[in-house]
């Protein structure tokens, strides 16, 4: 029960950061930069994989040639290449438009969780390590999705398990990445925040899994990523680390 109650509290955390940025438009506008550049990026290289899924199928299946179902088998292969792949991009979108738009975000976190003391570097020292800690987490998310990715073609686990167990570790990450800002703005290292995290795990997952489900709406990535940004300061500000943050202004 307290579990539920933790993973609805994730969720109004999302919430929350919708409301903060839209008391405060200015922000969301400004949040929207490097939104919008990764968003153009996302769109030409899932257009050239939905223009291409075809031949890759057949690259990827030459033990079909002699089928006399190849092109239906292959068809599946492709479509399970595109959603896999919008899936990815669903899950690395944040952590890109992060490394685009540090300065933006940073700026954006600060103004919704502000610190007495903070660990402040600057961003050719940050930037760097934001490069190597998404690489990182890109790992463990590739190494949960491609599993995931092989178990989608199992008959029912494939179309009810696997959707949400995806969506539970993309959400998971996706936290990660958005949290990450405003931990490293206290001095946390990547291990403390993982650490972090895991011992609010439902948290984390109210928090990811909303933000996870609302990105696979075309369009909405870009609208609600400052609204992510913001929400994670509150998320990390008020829930994680409530004992050295000050009161809310």
């Not at 291990?191 to 990811?208: D, P, T, V």
């Amino acid at each position: 029960m307290r579990s539920l109650r933790d993973f609805a509290a994730g969720v109004g955390f999302f919430l929350q950061g919708f409301g903060w940025v839209s008391r405060h438009p200015r922000w969301w506008l400004f949040g929207l930069i490097p939104a919008l550049i990764a968003f153009v990026l996302y769109v030409a290289a899932l257009i050239f994989l939905g223009t291409n899924a075809g031949d890759l199928a057949a690259f990827m299946t030459p033990f079909a040639d002699s089928w006399s179902w190849r092109e239906v088998f292959r068809g599946v292969v492709a479509f399970a290449i595109v959603l896999g792949g919008l899936a990815v991009a669903v899950v690395t979108f944040t952590a890109v438009t992060l490394v685009i738009g540090e300065p933006f975000y940073e700026r954006l976190s600060s103004a919704v969780d502000v610190l007495e003391h903070e660990d402040d570097q600057p961003w050719w020292r940050t930037l760097p390590r934001s490069i190597r800690d998404s690489l990182i987490t890109l790992c463990y998310v590739l190494a949960f999705t491609i599993p995931l990715f092989f178990l989608g073609f199992v008959p029912v686990v494939g179309q009810t398990v696997v959707p949400v167990l995806g969506a539970l570790v993309s959400g998971f990450f996706l936290t990660v990445e958005l949290t990450t800002l405003a931990m490293e703005r206290r001095g946390m290292a990547r291990k403390q925040r993982f650490g972090l995290l895991r011992a609010h795990k439902a948290s984390a997952l109210g928090f990811g899994v909303a933000i996870f489900l609302l990105f696979l709406v075309p369009l909405a990535a870009v609208i609600a990523m400052p609204a992510a940004v913001a929400g994670a300061a509150l998320y990390t500000r008020t829930h994680l680390t409530p004992s050295s943050s000050p009161p809310p202004s």
